[in-house]
């Protein structure tokens, strides 16, 4: 009965390649997230998701981009791979929507993408 | 830009010992704080959420408080265990996007 989970765990890839990670949430939550945590265990959010609506951190390459085909799913695709995207990713989601800032947070398992 | 500052970097206590990690954000308009726990190769358990409106939160030994005015949280952790040794992640939540933004943590060993 996992809450959020992701797929796959570990990733590893061609430089130019084209990835996806996904994720799941079976909480009911309505908003969900995606964080890169780098080398330096710095961790830093990507997007968040709510019912149509995307909010992106101005620091995002375009390469990356969220697609959610439905409310429990929020996969990652990733365009021409490049040695800097090496990091861990996680996926996490809250219950309410944008507007609902009190709202605690749950994290995915976390996927190792390493880019050769 | 919310920036966020944890001290210390790492801490080394004796099992039983009582110990507090501090963490400093530099934009006091939150909507709520959490604080987190992340193992080594895993992923973040949330231990405690604060609400902006909030002074403080209790879970089992821990304790979290929030002094929002003056930017600082503190977790307080009661009669450590070695099960206690972990990576403690402060991530307070943001006006705009309710996204969170995390400090580099404290590194915590809690010695047998």
């Known amino acids: 009965d996992t809450a959020v989970s992701q797929t796959p765990k570990y990733l590893v890839t061609q430089m130019g390649n084209d990835k996806s990670i996904k994720c799941e949430q079976n909480l009911g939550h309505d908003t969900m997230y995606w964080y890169k945590q780098d080398s330096k265990k710095f961790l830093k959010i990507m997007f968040s998701y709510n019912n149509k609506e995307l909010i992106i951190n101005e620091t995002v390459p375009n390469r990356f981009s969220p697609k959610s085909p439905d409310k429990a799913h929020l996969n990652l695709h990733i365009n021409s791979l490049e040695l800097g995207d090496s990091a861990v990713y996680f996926c996490?989601?809250?219950?309410?929507?944008f507007g609902r800032g009190r709202d605690e947070q749950f994290f995915g398992p976390g996927t190792r993408l390493t880019v050769l | 830009k919310q920036e966020v500052t944890q001290i210390p970097a790492a801490l080394s206590v004796p099992e039983g010992e009582n110990l507090v990690l501090n963490c400093s954000f530099t934009?006091?308009?939150?909507?709520?704080l959490q604080w987190f726990r992340q193992d080594p190769g895993k992923g973040l358990t949330s231990l405690l959420l604060i609400q902006s409106s909030q002074r403080e939160q209790t879970s089992g030994r821990l304790n979290a408080s929030l002094d929002k005015s003056s930017g600082r949280s503190t977790l307080y952790i009661a009669a450590s265990q070695p099960g206690d040794s972990a990576t403690y992640l402060c991530?307070?939540?943001?006006?705009?996007?309710?996204?969170?933004?995390f400090g580099k943590g404290t590194k915590l060993s809690v010695i047998p």
């Open positions: 934009d006091s308009a939150i909507y709520n």
């Open positions: 991530a307070p939540s943001g006006a705009g996007s309710y996204q969170l933004t």
């Open positions: 996490a989601s809250s219950p309410g929507g």
